[in-house]
């Protein structure tokens, strides 16, 4: 499956999404956009709480109870996925063409069903295949997702595999419908750090040799940066920087992309004897912040900062930042 290089597969267009609370309902998502284009991979990257997952549920139709969509569309291939209007077309493209890498291993495969029941089962409900067929078609993909001695893994349970091997199982899950796109929703948490570089080695594989896009999801930049060929950067519900990777890892403009860097090991960079840190908390979605989100935090915040910036585009990315490139 290769595909072009250029054809939008997914976007999502000034996404606003709410939660309800006891004062009403808040904005965890504040005008949300981004695309995913065919052969592409990208990363979104943020703290925990900054609505990474909820991007993704988003893009998925997969809005928890209690949200709402307050604005915005999302769209597939031009067709939009909300909205009873896009109810048919989300069953045809969520996965099918679309599928799914849950971030826990450990509670995301069914405890009482063997391995191949589960892969079998994908197969059979996304690909129409027999049961024969679903059965041969397991084994390739646990062989093609580095499972050793896939016959005899079939007819093992999810407590049988490491945490290692669960998520190669999930990964061939998500390659039996033989989808357009994977998103990967924090797909290394639980695992180590040598398994986490298996885990990136295989999916960056996969994405070369069978065409596929990714939307990676991580708090972790170093694994945004083992396999993303651009990178989102999400606060407090909100898109503050985007582009290449090489522009995000090498000039970040926004003073929260530059204290992620900062506070992230990196053996490129020379003398690095001591993590920085970015100070304070992130807001609290139900308590908006006066202005630009990060303006507590930042470290050259000025009056001009208690009015919220937009992305604007700046060299070769786009920020949203009264004041980009540090003080």
């Not at 084994?139 to 998520?167: D, K």
């Not at 519900?237 to 992309?257: K, L």
């Amino acid at each position: 499956m290769v595909t072009s290089p250029t054809r939008e597969l997914i976007t999502a267009d000034e996404l606003t999404i709410a939660f309800a609370t006891d004062e009403g309902y808040a904005d965890v998502l504040r005008q949300v956009s981004l695309g995913v284009r065919a052969g592409e991979s990208v990363g979104l990257v943020g703290e925990s709480g900054s609505g990474k997952s909820v991007t993704c549920k988003a893009l998925l139709g997969q809005i928890e109870a209690g949200g709402r969509l307050v604005s915005g569309d999302v769209q597939w291939e031009g067709a939009t996925l909300l909205g009873r209007a896009g109810r048919r077309h989300l069953r045809e493209v969520r996965g099918r063409r679309m599928a799914t890498i849950p971030q826990d291993p450990m509670t995301a495969l069914d405890p009482v069903f063997t391995i191949g029941y589960q892969i079998e089962e994908v197969c059979r409900h996304a690909r129409g295949m027999s049961r024969q067929q679903s059965r041969e078609r397991a084994i390739e993909l646990l062989e093609l997702a580095g499972v050793p001695s896939p016959t005899q893994r079939l007819r093992q349970y999810p407590h049988e595999f490491s945490g290692g091997m669960q998520q190669r199982v999930l990964i061939a899950m998500a390659l039996a419908a033989e989808p357009d796109l994977i998103i990967a929703d924090e797909p290394t948490t639980a695992l180590d750090v040598t398994v986490q570089g298996q885990i990136l080695a295989l999916l960056r594989s996969l994405k070369d040799q069978l065409g596929l896009s990714v939307l990676l999801v991580s708090h972790d930049l170093g694994v945004v940066a083992e396999i993303c060929d651009r990178v989102l950067v999400m606060y407090a519900g909100a898109i503050v920087e985007q582009g290449s990777s090489d522009q995000i890892f090498n000039r970040p403009q926004h003073p929260y992309t530059q204290g992620l860097l900062a506070s992230t090991p990196r053996v490129d960079v020379p003398g690095q004897d001591r993590l920085g840190g970015i100070p304070g908390v992130p807001p609290s979605p139900y308590h908006r912040v006066e202005g630009c989100a990060f303006r507590p935090r930042g470290p050259a915040a000025t009056e001009q900062c208690r009015q919220e910036p937009v992305l604007e585009p700046i060299g070769e990315g786009r920020v949203a930042c009264w004041h980009p490139g540090g003080p």
